[in-house]
């Protein structure tokens, strides 16, 4: 184990310590609060290493610390609750305690991803050469796939290639922010309709990570979904229940989110104006869609 690992080692071994005890330890340590801190913290210092003058800056980022996290409850008639919270550039969240109270479920969501995103400052959590040598290695076995593959961006693993390639020096966290929005695009079959087109993997990949995931984005999945439903009814409903438990059983690993969240959440927009449409055509009037 190398010098850097173990001291990786260490420093998690004091971290999950502290966070178990939190419930257990004084009132006045609030799992919420310090989740605030410590993004409000990070945009600070983030401000201070890209500016010179960045006295209204950094008063701007504290005073807006608020907008920094975004915590949303499931709706739920009544106990066990769910809460998640989205962290800056999208990672996602929940509590994966069985929490009788809504804040008992917001305190739990808040220490699954303040544990989050205390490890993804480590040494060790940054996409390094190393790590990518690795995960191609990885990658390569797991497909059954030559290596020499990776160097070609015409291939999935030279198109992983290039997504590592772009990161390096980046934390996990944001490499899993980008690798999401790929993830949505495969699942949708936007990818394989753009291929179909003939665009390259490089244009691609420097469109998507430079938009990332937006309103337009999911509701074009959604109306894609919708049209699968009206070619194949039932399909959107049984596509719904899997993305559900699929979000709920990652939520209880306490793993990153957003993927199945997303998923849950384009699917029922479908579900949603699949229902607006049957009810439209059983008045005999046209539904209209906006993007």
């Not at 502290?18 to 919420?32: A, H, R």
């Not at 919270?85 to 809504?102: A, R």
């Not at 495969?186 to 990949?205: F, M, P």
Request: glycine share 6%; aromatic share 8%.
């Amino acid at each position: 184990m190398s010098t850097v690992t173990l001291r990786d080692s260490i420093k998690m071994s004091h971290l999950l310590q502290s966070l178990t005890e939190i419930d257990t330890g004084p009132k006045d340590l609030n799992v919420v609060t310090m989740l605030h801190h410590f993004w409000e913290q990070k945009q600070v210092s983030q401000l201070n290493r890209s500016s010179s003058d960045l006295d209204g800056s950094v008063r701007d980022a504290a005073s807006q610390a608020d907008s920094l996290l975004l915590y949303e409850s499931a709706p739920s008639p009544g106990p066990p609750y769910v809460c998640y919270v989205t962290l800056p550039g999208g990672s996602c969240f929940g509590n994966y305690k069985v929490c009788e109270t809504q804040a008992e479920a917001r305190r739990d969501a808040a220490r699954v991803a303040l544990m989050n995103s205390l490890v993804n400052e480590l040494p060790s959590r940054r996409i390094s050469p190393h790590f990518t040598t690795q995960s191609l290695q990885q990658a390569a076995t797991d497909s059954a796939v030559s290596i020499e593959d990776a160097c070609d961006p015409g291939t999935s693993i030279g198109t992983y290639s290039l997504l590592l390639h772009s990161y390096q020096g980046r934390t996990m966290l944001e490499f899993q922010e980008m690798m999401t929005v790929f993830q949505l695009l495969h699942w949708n079959g936007t990818l394989k309709a753009l291929r179909e087109r003939q665009c390259s993997r490089q244009s691609v990949i420097a469109y998507y990570s430079q938009r990332g995931l937006d309103e337009y984005m999911r509701s074009s999945m959604a109306l894609d979904w919708l049209g699968r439903e009206q070619r194949s009814p039932g399909r959107l409903g049984e596509e719904l229940q899997v993305a559900q438990r699929e979000l709920v059983l990652a939520r209880r690993r306490g793993t990153e989110l957003r993927f199945y969240k997303e998923k849950t959440e384009i699917l029922s927009l479908a579900l949603s104006q699949a229902y607006t449409h049957q009810t439209y055509e059983h008045l005999g009037q046209a539904p209209t869609y906006s993007q």
